[in-house]
């Protein structure tokens, strides 16, 4: 997705997650987020049940299949 808006390595972004498993969206949310925020270099990842309203617009949105969880996730270049 980076690639997709021309994002060099360095820049950081705002992500936001929306996943459609509660349990696992809890689980990634407990466990795994900062590793995750880091490796993305995002300045904010907000990661919420896909029954949440996402609140944001942003540069690009993708559905994913992640091992058989359906996400949706947004992603922008942070100011």
Known sequence: MRRQLDLAVEDFI??????KDERVCGLVGKNWKPGIAEEVRAKTLTLHN????????????????VEG?????????AA
């Open 50 to 65: 896909a029954t949440e309203p996402a609140g944001t617009a942003y540069a690009l949105t993708k559905d994913w299949d």
């Open 14 to 19: 705002t992500v936001d997650v929306a996943v």
């Open 69 to 77: 969880i359906a996400m949706t996730i947004g992603i922008s270049k």
